[in-house]
């Protein structure tokens, strides 16, 4: 009897820990650089990944972006300066816009 309510037991606790394991899914981050000829090239950096972004007549994107907090570069073309975003977070499987992002001289 000890034993059936052991397995019982065992199997209810392995049921619970699959569950409690699921992966999270990336996301990704958006914007538009304004002058759409100053955007050069976009990054997003954390602690753990870099990943630089696709760049198409001053829009951005960077796809599959682990949920977390990231700091997103900006790189200017001469004569407008680069632009440094902190604090963007990504949450589990949601897409972030930045919105229009001005660039200045």
Do not use: C
């Not at 059936?4 to 990704?28: D, Q």
């Not at 200017?76 to 660039?103: F, H, N, R, W």
């Amino acid at each position: 009897m000890k034993n059936t309510y052991f397995k019982i037991s065992a199997f209810f606790v392995i049921v619970i820990n699959l569950f409690s394991f699921t992966a999270l899914k990336p996301g990704s981050i958006t914007g538009t650089v304004i002058p759409a000829m100053a955007l050069k090239d976009v990054w997003v950096v954390s602690t753990h990944d870099t990943v630089r972004g696709l760049v198409m007549e001053g829009n951005f994107s960077i796809l599959n972006v682990k949920p977390g907090t990231y700091k997103v570069i900006i790189n200017a073309v001469e004569p407008y300066k680069d632009a440094i975003k902190e604090g963007v977070s990504v949450l589990d499987g949601q897409p972030v816009d930045m919105g229009e992002i001005k660039l200045t001289r």
